[in-house]
């Protein structure tokens, strides 16, 4: 008996399909977009402008540090991460006025009228050794305290929080509870352990 011979497959065209169902995969897919942290930086100053050297009031900068053990200190004192976003609330808004904590200034809003501004300022400083998931923790804590006082004087003064309110009045809340967050660079010595 004679073998008979299987007819072979034409491969030519498994190509062609090959490659029209990979440019429709990459058409089709969307890749996530990374996200980092919101941040404004200042703006460009005017060359013509003069440089004036503004010291800040001791009182008024809360220095939170993260060292290389990834130990948080907001101060002098060793602080949990947890308890951090309470501590800046209490350091910004100096609810009792104490003289060891930022002074305000009145300051005429517009859309709004006067109100006390804080003068605070949280400075950031870490360590090159400190990990990036506490540095995020930490961002993450001092951002919520932010929000926090924002929600607190959007719901006292329009009744709702800061994100349901409309462009206009975020902007004043922006002006009345502005942040300001310094970062400094990282250092290579080991902060309090």
């Not at 402008?49 to 990834?70: A, P, Y």
């Amino acid at each position: 008996m004679a073998s008979k011979k299987t007819p072979e497959i034409n491969g030519s065209s498994m190509a062609d399909i090959a490659f029209i169902a990979l440019i429709f995969f990459l058409m089709v897919t969307t890749m996530d977009q990374e996200k980092g942290l919101p941040r404004r930086l200042p703006p460009m100053p005017d060359e013509n402008m003069k440089l004036e050297n503004e010291k800040v009031n001791r009182r008024n900068i809360v220095i939170v540090k993260i060292n290389v053990n990834d130990r948080v200190f907001a101060g002098d004192e060793p602080i949990d991460v947890s308890q951090l976003k309470d501590k800046i609330v209490t350091f910004l808004t100096n609810p009792a006025d104490d003289p060891n904590l930022p002074e305000k200034v009145v300051k005429d809003i517009e859309g709004f009228g006067p109100y006390a501004v804080s003068k605070g300022v949280i400075s950031l400083q870490n360590d090159r050794g400190t990990t990036y998931s506490q540095y995020i923790a930490v961002q993450n804590e001092l951002v919520k305290a932010i929000n926090e006082i924002r929600d607190d004087f959007s719901v006292a003064h329009y009744g709702k929080t800061y994100a349901q309110l409309d462009d206009d009045k975020q902007k004043i809340v922006r002006k009345c509870i502005p942040q300001q967050i310094s970062e400094a660079e990282p250092k290579d010595t080991k902060l309090q352990k």
